[in-house]
Every structure is written in structure tokens, then in C-alpha cells.
């Protein structure tokens, strides 16, 4: 199974419909202080499953709806998409004949969170476990946010041995 | 699950002296459990040392040797478990022009290993330089950011 | 004492909103004492908006925002009451190039206000291209720290 | 009164007597990674009196005694000077006439710390003291280590408070 691309309406700083592709070998995002570049890689930790408002820079899960600029109003809902490809039929038991999978999380001001697969209603716990089973997910360290890498180093020895478990 | 946690423990720990000893040019590096008899209490310690300079404790190590040792057990780990996407954001922020070329040519071979896709947020005009594919973000509209590919040369105009 | 830092928080507040025009360009910033009536027991918050942006959580920032941010108020209790020197350790490493110019434009304004040395680490070559004098470290036997004084010319080499 | 230069023999990996001038205007420090350059401004901070280990990177004090390398012994002492000139006349009431001071500090493995100024042992807090009285010192914010930067982001209302005194 493959990631393909991302798709954010109203996620932070991206307010229309904005589709990143991923593609093979080393893509770069480039781009000026406070453009967008981390909140895309919040983006994609968000979409699967991330609880953490602090760890996305918030203080509320509602703080990554698209809050208005001095020209444009607020939003009420915010929305990511993630899009896989499974030409090779080789994902998770439930999914290995579907060619296409999208999962999606979109919060709603006041309504707090929903997840989809497919367009089918799925609990928070479901996404997690989805890309767990790909050997990824929000906590995976192959996910490594701005500023984060300096933890391995600081952290206990009982905290780092965590990173083993994504290994094993 | 010990025995699982041992047997990936024995090997992120030889891929971790690999990567540690590419990404310095040297150098030594290995990792050992503590504290506990039990692999599922025990804790995780690095023991590294750079080229030509003695075992230390690694919190005495510069800021760009941890990013680097970091990033050496980091992608040991995902060695051992490859991950379908890999991003990374501005984790070159602390290197120097000879270490952000090692860490570059580590990623082009994991590349090569591994079919992940890899995503890097950086300022640095020399990882720019080795990267597939450039996309940049701007703010035409302040607060909006948008989203657009970039020539491989127009890159720097994007960045400043 | 209360009276002391009463006075002392409007006149960094005025410098604070001036530091953070400065470096951002633009934008708004002001300074608030809140949780208790007094000041000696009071937090400090700082209200920012970047230019176009509305005020939000400073933690919402992007990391490049959040170090002008955190410089903007420690220049502005700096301009206050100066030191006779200021060492700044890599605090460029998170900035695109045209906010490490207004940085450096800064420092050199610094410079002119107060008698302050200013002491800079960095591994941006725009920055160096600032300075008035460079000192390079290197380590010809490994482990033991040399000091050099450096050409502006030869500053690349040395940082690679 | 105005800062000179600092002296470090034996301190981290400065092992043999290095003297760094200290100039008017903007002096830059360059290097690749991990050749000295922030152990020259921990130097600093650590002639004026830091008490925290940690914030030196290290577990115990003696951390900062130059501990060898492959080919080199460790050594037993590590000693910084800071040298002020007082050609104005203007500095702390018992400095007034003396045109030249050097602060020490020395430390030595298994006999702590050591303080002197003009080689006259002093206590630590007189050192402390002695820059505070000069808008500076190891906890000035006219210092800031590398790293340190994002913490004034990140903490909480009431610590962010604290720098407000080194303005009044
Ligand atoms: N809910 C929101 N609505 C609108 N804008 C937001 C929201 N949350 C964050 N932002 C804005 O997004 C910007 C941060 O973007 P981001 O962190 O992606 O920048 P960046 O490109 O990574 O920059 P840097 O290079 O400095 O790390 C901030 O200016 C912030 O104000
Ligand atoms: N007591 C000591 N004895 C010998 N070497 C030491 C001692 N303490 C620290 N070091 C060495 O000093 C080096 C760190 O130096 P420093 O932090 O000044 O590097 P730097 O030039 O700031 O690098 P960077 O650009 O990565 O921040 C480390 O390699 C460390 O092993
Ligand atoms: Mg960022
Ligand atoms: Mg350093």
C-alpha cells in the first residue's frame, strides 16, 4: 500500500482546498518563515490520530480550524484527507481488496472531531490503528516534527526505549 | 514480546552503528539496555563517541552532533521497520555544510533501500540542491499559504 | 520594587512593539501583566500578530516566528537597560535569509544605540557577511578546540 | 567599565590557554559542528558564577575539565578569566580605582570551585554580584545559549515574568 497524497480544507493556514502530492524518492517543501511548511507535517499527524493539541501547537483541538486573517473571515470546520493506493493488494486484512482508501478527519467548531475510511463513520481508535499496521502513524518516528529531534537525546532512557517498540 | 524487543533491540543496535559512523565519517556507537533485567523495564542508552574524541555523555555532545546521533538512532529504527512515508521538519537546522552533505547521501541511499517516500522541510540551499522535486509555500494572500512546484533553480528567490 | 518594575514593563512594552515592527516588518506586538493586580506576582504575556495575521497563541507560530518573537522582547528589556556585552549563541539557526537581514539589521542599529559587544555564534553565511570580524574554530587535532582569526572571504570554508 | 577578553586552559575542549578578544561591535564565531564554539560561551557564563550543571550540558560541575581524547591524558584543572578595563573609572564601588580586574574561576577534580578577582579568593556570590552590578551575568538575558531561545515562547506567564527584572 501507498501514500499518494493529502488533501487540507480550512486546516490552519491553508483555507481552500490544497492537495500535496507524495511522491517517490525526496521531495522538498521549501518556503519563507511562517508560510505552511509544519502545518502541512501537522496536517498528516492530525488525519491519523493524533490527541495532542499541544504537541499540534494549540491549546484546543479547535485551534487548527482556519481562524481568519486581517482580510478573511474564520471557518467553522476543518478537514484532511489522506489518500492510499493499494495496487498491490497487500494492506490491512479489511481493506486488501479496496484499490483506493482515503481517511479522513474533519472537526467542526463545537462538535469535536470525526473520522472516516472510505466515507464510512470510524472511531479515532480505527485510523490509529490503520496506519499503525503500515508501520507509521502520529507517533511513529519516522514523523519527526520541528524542533523534536533534540528530545531523543534529553530524553530518560525509560522514555527512549519506547522508540524500540516501533522496531519490534 | 521480550524476545521480540530483544531481537529488533540487536538489530537497530547494528544499524545504528552503521548510520552513526556514515553520518560522522567515523567514530563509534552502540546502544544498551539499563537499569532492569527485564527489556520491558529496561531503559534505552546511546554510547557514542565522534571521531577521535573519547566516550562522553551525550548531553555534552554540540548541538549538531545530538541532531545527527538522534537522527542515527532514528533511521536504525527505521531500518529495521521501514515506514511507507518518512517526513522530516528542518532537522538540518543544526548542521554544518559537511554534515548536511552526509546526511544528504544517507537519504539518497535509504532511498535506494527502503521504497519510502521522503518529505524534507528545509532552509538549507544545499539540501534543496539534492532533493527529487521542490514544492513551495507562500503567502500571496497574508495568512493564506499557498501551495505551488518550484524550479530546482528558483528555489533560493523562494526561500528569502 | 513594584513601582520599579511598573516602570520598567511600559518602557520595555514600547520597545518591545518597536523590535518586533523592526524584525517582522510590520505586524503588532504589545506586552500584558496578568493573573494578579500585582505586578510582583503577575505573568508576562506578549500579544503579537505577523503583519496580515490576527493575534493567536504565540504557540500557533511557526519556529522562525516564534524566535523573532522571543527576540524581540529580549532586545527590548536589552534597549532598556544594556549589557556591556551580548553573546547570542546560533539564535539565526530557524530563519529564512530575509529574516536573518533584518536581524543583522538590527544588531548593526544595536550597535549604534548602545556600546555593547555582541558575540555571535552562527553557521549562516549571511550573517557572517554582517560581521565586522570573524573567529574561526577548528579542531586540527581532534577533541582539542583551536581558535583562528578568520578572512570574511575564507568564513565558507571553514564553516563546511 | 568594559569587557576584554576571556582566558579558558583546561576548560571542555579547550585545553592548552586560549585567549578570545573581545571587540567592539559584532564579532562572529564560526566552526563546524561540535569544534567550540558554545563551550566558548559557556565559558562565559560559567567564570560568572552558573551553578547549574545542567545547564552546562553536564551531570556533575567537574564536566567541564577538559576529560582527553583519543590521543591526549585528561587534565585535573580547569580555569576561565574574564578581564574587565576600567580606564572610565565607573565600575562597582570597591572596583572604582582599579584600572584592570580579572574574575577566575578554577575548578579542580575533587576539590570543587574556586573564585578569585585579582587573585584575591572571593565567594561565588561575589563574582555573581560583581557582573549583576554589570547589567550582565549567567542568567542575563543578554546571554542566550543555543537551544534557548524557544523557551521564552514556551514558558509559563509567571517565569516569563523574571526578565522584566533584568530590566528594572
Ligand atoms: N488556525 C489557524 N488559522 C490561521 N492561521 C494559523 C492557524 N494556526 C496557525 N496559523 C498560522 O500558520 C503559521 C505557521 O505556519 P508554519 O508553522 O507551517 O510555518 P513554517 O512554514 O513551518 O515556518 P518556519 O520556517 O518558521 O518553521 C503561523 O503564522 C500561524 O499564525
Ligand atoms: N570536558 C570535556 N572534555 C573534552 N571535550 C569536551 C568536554 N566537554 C565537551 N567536550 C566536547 O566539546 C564538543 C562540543 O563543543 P561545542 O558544543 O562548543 O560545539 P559547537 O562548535 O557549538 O558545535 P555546533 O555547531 O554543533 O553547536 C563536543 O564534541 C564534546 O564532546
Ligand atoms: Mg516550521
Ligand atoms: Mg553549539
Redesign the pocket.
Known amino acids: 500500500m501507498e501514500f499518494k497524497k493529502i488533501q487540507l480544507t480550512g486546516f490552519k493556514s491553508f483555507v481552500e482546498k490544497t492537495t500535496f502530492l507524495i511522491e517517490h524518492g525526496l521531495t522538498g517543501i521549501v518556503g519563507p518563515n511562517g508560510c505552511g511548511k509544519s502545518n502541512i507535517v501537522e496536517s498528516l499527524r492530525w488525519c491519523m490520530g493524533e490527541t495532542s493539541a499541544k504537541s499540534m501547537r494549540g491549546s484546543g483541538m479547535e485551534d487548527v480550524i482556519f481562524s481568519g486573517t486581517a482580510n478573511k473571515p474564520s471557518k467553522n470546520i476543518a478537514e484532511v484527507i489522506i489518500s492510499l493506493g493499494n495496487i498491490e493488494k497487500d494492506g490491512p486484512i479489511q481493506f486488501r481488496d479496496i484499490e483506493k482508501i482515503d481517511v479522513k478527519r474533519r472537526i467542526e467548531k463545537d462538535k469535536g472531531s470525526k473520522y472516516f475510511i472510505n466515507e464510512k463513520e470510524v472511531r479515532a481508535r480505527d485510523a490509529q490503528t490503520f496506519f499503525a499496521d503500515l508501520s507509521t502513524g502520529a507517533h511513529s518516528p519516522s514523523i519527526i516534527g520541528q524542533g523534536r529531534i533534540g528530545t531523543l537525546v534529553t530524553a530518560k532512557p525509560s522514555d527512549r526505549r519506547a522508540i524500540l517498540e516501533e522496531a519490534a | 514480546g521480550r524476545e521480540r524487543l530483544i531481537e529488533a533491540f540487536e538489530k537497530v543496535n547494528r544499524k545504528f552503528n552503521e548510520v552513526y559512523t556514515k553520518l560522522f565519517n567515523g567514530g563509534n556507537a552502540k546502544l544498551e539496555l539499563v537499569d532492569s533485567e527485564d527489556p520491558l523495564e529496561a531503559g534505552l542508552e546511546m554510547l557514542v563517541s ?1 571521531p577521535g ?2 566516550l ?1 555523555s551525550i548531553t ?7 541532531a545527527l546521533t538522534a537522527l542515527s538512532l532514528i533511521f536504525a529504527v527505521f531500518l529495521t521497520n521501514p515506514s511507507p512515508i518518512c517526513f522530516l521538519d528542518e532537522v538540518d537546522a ?3 555544510d559537511a554534515n548536511v552533505t552526509r546526511f544528504c547521501n544517507l537519504l539518497e541511499e535509504l532511498v535506494k533501500i527502503t521504497r519510502t517516500k521522503f518529505i524534507i522541510v528545509t532552509h538549507h540551499a544545499l539540501t534543496m540542491s539534492k532533493m527529487n522535486r521542490l514544492y513551495g509555500i507562500t503567502m500571496p494572500e497574508k495568512g493564506v499559504s499557498q501551495l505551488v512546484a518550484v524550479d530546482l533553480e528558483k528555489a533560493e528567490e523562494l526561500v528569502a
Do not use: H, I, V
Open positions: 565522534p574524541k573519547r562522553q555534552l555532545l554540540s548541538g549538531g552532533e545530538q543544526p548542521l554544518d
